[in-house]
């Protein structure tokens, strides 16, 4: 299961390049692998990976003590991905990506915080391989955060300014209009 998590992320990385420089399929491929991580996660995969990599160590830990530590992983795969489609909405420009990223992250500090003083007081590498796991998506949800709106679009599109000035407008103004033109230029550029 782990060697699946590192996988996704090393296409994550490279599908983000894909969308950044416009190469066709970007967009699908980046929410595709996104939103597998993000199931992934949601499903319990991450929890396998964390405990120790294996179905099996996951479900006889589970039966062994099915306390905190397996609750914590649980409810740490639904934080993870709201935080992974906090990050898509975001770099993909969707409305309320920034609002879905901010709550990611707030769920994130609590996983991390809750982590950090478990294995502060039990040292088991469990919470550790949280933490590992939590703090670069923190990381990633502030840093995308602190670009300023509108950023990534600028870059992609920097070699386009016609595009750009009517994605602004109709950013501004959403009618049907604006729209039309938008597909337009957009058709223009492939």
């Known amino acids: 299961m782990r060697k699946v998590e590192i996988i996704l992320t090393v296409l994550l990385v490279i599908f983000f390049f894909g969308y950044l420089f416009l190469l066709p399929g970007g967009s699908i491929f980046l929410s595709m692998v996104i939103g597998i991580l993000a199931c992934f996660y949601l499903l319990g995969g991450g ?12 479900l ?8 905190r530590p397996t609750f914590l992983l649980l409810v740490m ?26 709550v990611g992250l707030a769920l994130l500090s609590g996983i991390s915080l809750i982590s950090l003083l478990l294995w502060s007081r039990e040292k088991q590498g469990l919470f550790l391989n949280i933490l590992k796991r ?4 923190m990381l990633l949800i502030i840093l995308l955060n602190l670009l300023p709106a509108g950023s990534i ?12 000035e009517v994605l602004k407008d109709f950013q501004e103004n959403p009618t049907n209009e604006n729209y039309d033109l938008l597909k337009e230029k957009r058709k223009r550029l492939k």
Do not use: C
């Open 47 to 58: 929890a396998i990976s964390i405990s120790g990599g294996s179905v099996t160590s996951f």
């Open 60 to 67: 006889s830990q589970k039966n062994r003590n099915a306390d």
């Open 77 to 102: 795969g639904v934080v993870f991905s709201i935080g992974l489609v906090g990050i898509q909405f975001i770099v993909l420009s969707y409305p309320g990506g920034r609002f879905i990223g901010i």
């Open 134 to 137: 939590s703090i670069p998506l």
């Open 153 to 164: 679009e600028r870059f992609r599109f920097r070699n386009y300014p016609e595009y750009l």
